[in-house]
């Protein structure tokens, strides 16, 4: 193993691309400290001080994203969840509107063009997203605590300067991006994904350090025995896949013979990945955040609606809260894996090219097995992400710990992910140059 990590950086290539990945890295990180202009920079860590011990209210997720640019409003407050969200809507599209289709499957041009209406989606995010947030900030609804600074995170109210600090944002969302881009075309690849991988990699020792502070270093030291426990479990997971055998005819095209070989179908357990976690995050976020722009004034009576959410849908502890997390993770892992494979495509793919499922005839009878298949194999998916999930919840309940519990939810199905695609791509260029890889 050390050998193999000696290699990569005997080998002038792969120890320039790796030393320009770090450098992106290292940028990146920088500009989460970076406060956005008017920001009272000792009022915001007075906030976060004040917020250590209990979560940060409606914003975790997208904080989590942010590796904690959000909470400090820095200038890359926004972090790539804008990025994120503009990929995943350009994707649902695809199903709305025929346009989108076409481009998808013309190729490396339409690719182009998709990415492009991705990249316009995420600035006008942007543009949304940091004008939402400014306006949090200047309510002082940003932090749950009720600390005066609080209340005070900006300096300046006036137009010109919340129009810089939008500016400066979703300027910071854009530069964001192309860091991602230029980590997938001069680095080791996965660009977004290894930005994303830093910023809840960079979450980890703050939220460790604070199971150890509040709850003891033994419980530190269960968690971290049970946060080891979790991560092989997700690998074994995030590696299983269904293998659906398929034969192709052979074919005489002149003197040659086509086809004749044997391969498969693979059908992983989590088709759908971290996507039905953001999604059921995001859907719980909605009325939470309607309910706090329509708490009412000192001395009047919140409106019975507003209690109740209050009461129910803004703790991650609360049981019903839970639940509702977890059926809504189950549905959208089923809605999306329906929208991501789709059985009929693959039936008349593989028929057009004289391919068949031993057994299974060619066409619709294909299509519904593999609809049956990919059914089946959906529900134990959706279980597993639904409880990979509630460990952050369980975890803040039972020892203390804010809903950035590493060791679960989106955090840990990114990091196991991301990991894994890295260090195949580092050993298949190794594999390149070396007859040994990374890995053997």
């Known amino acids: 193993m050390f050998n193999a990590i000696g290699r990569i950086f005997r080998t002038p ?33 007075a906030c976060l001080a004040a917020n250590q011990t209990g979560a940060t209210g409606l914003y975790d997720l997208v904080n989590l994203f942010s590796g904690g640019a959000l909470l400090q409003l820095s200038i890359f407050a926004l972090g790539i969840m804008p990025y994120i969200t503009a990929s995943i809507i350009v994707q649902l599209l695809r199903v709305v509107i025929p346009h989108f289709e076409t481009l998808y499957k013309e190729g490396q041009a339409g690719q182009s063009r998709l990415t492009q209406y991705t990249r316009y989606l995420t600035i006008a995010l942007g543009v949304l997203q940091s004008t939402t947030l400014i306006t949090v900030a200047r309510s002082g609804a940003l932090f749950p605590s009720g600390a005066p600074e609080c209340s005070q995170l900006i300096t300046n109210d006036a137009w010109y300067a919340i129009l ?26 996965n660009g977004m994904s290894l930005l994303i991988f830093t910023s809840i990699a960079a979450t980890f020792p703050g939220s460790l350090w604070a199971i150890g502070i509040a709850r003891g270093w033994d419980v530190f030291a269960i968690v971290l025995a049970i946060g080891l426990l979790v991560v092989v479990a997700v690998v074994f997971v995030e590696q299983s896949q269904r293998r659906i055998p398929v034969q192709y005819a052979k074919r005489m095209v002149g003197r040659r013979t086509y086809g004749g070989n044997n391969t498969y179908i693979p059908i992983k357990v989590n088709m759908a990945g971290v996507v039905p976690v953001i999604f059921a995050s995001s859907l719980l976020y909605l009325p939470a955040l309607i309910a706090q722009f329509n708490t009412p004034a000192a001395g009047e009576q919140p409106q019975p609606w507003v209690t109740w959410v209050t009461n129910n849908l803004t ?8 639940l509702m997390y977890f059926l809504l993770i189950v549905g959208f892992t089923y809605f999306y894996v329906a929208i991501t494979f789709n059985p009929d495509e693959v039936s008349e793919n593989m028929k057009k090219y004289g391919g068949f499922i031993p057994g299974i005839r060619a066409g619709r009878p294909t299509a519904e097995y593999l609809d049956y298949v990919l059914t089946r194999i959906t529900l134990p998916g959706s279980f597993y992400l639904g409880l990979i999930a509630l460990i952050p919840l369980i975890a803040f309940a039972m020892v203390g710990a804010d809903q950035n519990f590493p060791f679960g939810g989106a955090s840990i199905l990114i990091i196991v992910g991301v990991g894994l695609e890295t260090v195949k791509q580092i050993d298949a260029q190794l594999q390149q140059r070396h007859y040994e890889g990374l890995l053997r």
């Open 13 to 45: 290539d792969l120890r320039r691309k790796l030393g320009f990945t770090l450098g992106i890295v290292a940028l990146f990180r920088l500009g989460s400290f970076i406060p956005a202009p008017f920001v009272d920079f000792g009022n915001v860590q």
């Open 164 to 189: 810089l600090m939008v500016i400066t944002m979703t300027a910071g969302t854009g530069l964001i991006m192309w860091m991602g881009e230029l980590i997938t075309e001069r680095g080791i690849g």
């Open 315 to 322: 703790q991650g502890s609360h049981p019903l809260y839970m």
